[in-house]
């Protein structure tokens, strides 16, 4: 059985050395600059055969990130596994047993803090339309105990198959979709179909169904990858009217984008790898893209980060996995992490995360061997800092100033420190030093990012 496990925390540094006597600066991160190798483990697989399509996530007032997925193709196990803020693997539960499907899935945390969780299939084989599709489950913040909504049931026969769902709640109504009959259909609420209204229904040859709340408008908007006309990521608004469509130059498989809204400010965006296989760019729902890499990559992924941040994770078979967080106007990156294959890598599949509290779990679906599972990484932010060395005073002593920034956003309230001097910056990013004629490392920590440090040698 393959079981989600957490890796420990990648803690990661930005290091550089300045020679100064004179103001001298490091330089800002661009897509072009060269990306941060990150060495660390992978879990063991304990099965073979995962044979799941897609997993689900959400986290829930405490921090706690719930992820769903399933084991098994004919009476699959739907399982919950719990991770705390820092990556930690909490505790897992049983959602249910004998369930037939290993389709879709979603997951949403409602109004009231509880959670509900969506799948395709049926709690037994060979049950009416009426009794299968995508069914719903229940639990209460904490998870763990899951009971399923014998009440709330739709979709029927073409629920039932469908690989793909998405779900968000919008002052408390529910908002669906599932990928049937090549296009995806979406469902308001929890009510049973009803033959007179059926769900309308979006695209067509989509191979996907993931829905994104812009968190201004709330705006429901759905993006899935195509393979109509040249193909591409079809993304419309279809929620509470439809909105304009708009294709994305993406490539073609399931794993070359994905969507995603922001915690605060408007926007819906699709992180994707071109259609030509030589970059991945972060479009803006409507107009707009910004470049977050070059290269040959084939996966591409996007999740939301605090503040209006959007996090981008990407990758490719032969070099494993890269992640970056966007600046709060989402128009800058921070410096690119770049997580090694793992020996006997042989693929990556699509892959999901979740950054809301600023650092960023990745769950993609590797290949090692022959195994092929679902992995789990944890990483944080990184700072960058960079110096401004004044003119040295008549004691021999410069005043070095200290800027820190996250993609171009000042840091207030980092601690900046170099031997037995410590600093907090200011609203701007800025704190002041005063050091003598040596070689100093002046270091950088905040909450939820990376400890940075920069090394400065004063003549």
């Given at each position: 059985?393959?079981?989600?496990?957490?890796l420990?925390?990648?803690?990661?540094?930005?290091?550089?050395a300045?020679?100064?006597?004179?103001?001298?600066?490091?330089?800002?991160?661009?897509?072009?600059?060269?990306?941060?190798?990150?060495?660390?483990?992978?879990?063991?697989v304990?099965?073979?055969?995962?044979v799941?399509?897609?997993?689900?996530?959400?986290?829930?007032?405490?921090?706690?990130?719930?992820?769903?997925?399933?084991?098994?193709?004919?009476?699959?196990?739907?399982?919950?596994?719990?991770?705390?803020?820092?990556?930690?693997?909490?505790?897992?539960?049983?959602?249910?047993t004998?369930?037939?499907?290993?389709?879709?899935?979603?997951?949403?945390?409602?109004?009231?803090?509880?959670?509900?969780?969506?799948?395709?299939?049926?709690?037994?084989?060979?049950?009416p339309?009426?009794?299968s599709?995508?069914?719903?489950?229940?639990?209460?913040?904490?998870?763990?105990?899951?009971?399923?909504?014998?009440?709330?049931?739709?979709?029927?026969?073409?629920?039932?198959?469908?690989?793909?769902?998405?779900?968000?709640?919008?002052?408390?109504?529910?908002v669906?979709?599932?990928?049937?009959?090549?296009?995806?259909?979406?469902?308001?609420?929890?009510?049973?179909?009803?033959?007179?209204?059926?769900?309308?229904?979006?695209?067509?040859?989509?191979?996907?169904?993931?829905?994104?709340?812009?968190?201004?408008?709330q705006?429901?908007?759905?993006?899935?990858?195509?393979?109509a006309?040249?193909?591409?990521?079809?993304?419309?608004?279809?929620?509470?009217?439809?909105?304009?469509?708009q294709?994305?130059?993406?490539?073609?498989?399931?794993?070359?984008?994905?969507?995603?809204?922001?915690?605060?400010?408007?926007?819906?965006?699709?992180?994707?790898?071109?259609?030509?296989?030589?970059?991945?760019?972060?479009?803006?729902y409507?107009?707009?893209?910004?470049?977050?890499?070059?290269?040959?990559?084939?996966?591409?992924?996007?999740?939301?980060?605090?503040?209006?941040?959007?996090?981008?994770?990407?990758?490719?078979?032969?070099?494993?996995?890269?992640?970056?967080?966007?600046?709060?106007?989402?128009?800058?990156?921070?410096?690119?992490?770049?997580?090694?294959?793992?020996?006997d890598?042989?693929?990556?599949g699509?892959?999901?995360?979740?950054?809301?509290?600023?650092?960023v779990?990745?769950?993609?679906?590797?290949?090692i061997?022959?195994?092929?599972?679902?992995?789990?990484?944890?990483?944080?932010?990184?700072?960058?800092?960079?110096?401004?060395?004044?003119?040295?005073?008549?004691?021999?002593?410069?005043?070095?100033?200290?800027?820190?920034?996250?993609?171009?956003?000042?840091?207030?309230?980092?601690?900046?420190?170099?031997?037995?001097?410590?600093?907090?910056?200011?609203?701007?990013?800025?704190?002041?030093?005063?050091?003598?004629?040596?070689?100093?490392t002046?270091?950088?920590?905040?909450?939820?990012?990376?400890?940075?440090?920069?090394?400065?040698?004063?003549?």
């Amino acid at each position: 059985m393959i079981r989600l496990r957490a890796l420990a925390p990648v803690v990661l540094a930005t290091a550089a050395a300045v020679t100064a006597s004179t103001a001298t600066a490091a330089p800002s991160h661009s897509a072009a600059a060269k990306p941060i190798p990150v060495k660390t483990g992978y879990p063991a697989v304990t099965d073979t055969a995962w044979v799941g399509q897609e997993i689900a996530s959400a986290r829930t007032a405490d921090g706690v990130l719930h992820v769903v997925w399933i084991q098994g193709s004919n009476g699959s196990t739907i399982h919950e596994d719990r991770f705390s803020p820092a990556g930690k693997l909490l505790g897992t539960s049983t959602v249910a047993t004998g369930w037939d499907g290993n389709g879709g899935l979603a997951l949403v945390v409602q109004a009231d803090g509880s959670l509900r969780l969506l799948v395709a299939g049926g709690y037994q084989p060979n049950l009416p339309p009426s009794q299968s599709g995508v069914n719903s489950f229940t639990a209460p913040a904490t998870g763990q105990t899951w009971t399923r909504d014998t009440s709330a049931i739709w979709g029927g026969t073409l629920g039932d198959d469908s690989g793909q769902l998405g779900a968000v709640e919008v002052n408390g109504t529910l908002v669906s979709s599932y990928a049937a009959a090549g296009g995806v259909r979406v469902h308001v609420g929890l009510g049973p179909d009803d033959p007179n209204h059926p769900d309308p229904v979006y695209g067509t040859d989509l191979g996907g169904a993931t829905l994104s709340e812009d968190a201004k408008t709330q705006a429901v908007v759905l993006s899935a990858v195509t393979i109509a006309g040249n193909g591409g990521t079809f993304v419309q608004q279809v929620y509470p009217t439809p909105g304009a469509q708009q294709v994305i130059p993406s490539g073609l498989s399931a794993r070359s984008s994905g969507g995603t809204a922001r915690t605060a400010g408007p926007g819906v965006y699709v992180a994707y790898a071109t259609s030509s296989s030589n970059a991945v760019r972060l479009a803006r729902y409507g107009g707009g893209s910004i470049a977050i890499t070059a290269g040959p990559h084939v996966m591409a992924t996007a999740c939301a980060g605090p503040d209006g941040r959007v996090w981008v994770v990407w990758g490719n078979d032969n070099d494993g996995l890269f992640a970056t967080r966007t600046n709060k106007a989402v128009t800058r990156i921070e410096p690119v992490q770049h997580f090694l294959p793992p020996k006997d890598n042989l693929g990556v599949g699509e892959t999901w995360c979740a950054g809301d509290l600023g650092p960023v779990d990745v769950f993609p679906i590797l290949a090692i061997g022959a195994a092929r599972g679902v992995y789990h990484l944890h990483t944080v932010p990184r700072l960058t800092v960079t110096l401004s060395v004044g003119p040295k005073g008549k004691n021999g002593k410069r005043t070095v100033t200290v800027h820190v920034t996250d993609a171009g956003d000042p840091v207030k309230g980092a601690t900046v420190g170099s031997g037995p001097q410590s600093k907090k910056t200011n609203g701007s990013g800025v704190a002041k030093l005063t050091l003598g004629p040596g070689k100093h490392t002046i270091s950088a920590l905040a909450p939820t990012y990376a400890k940075a440090s920069v090394s400065v040698t004063l003549g």
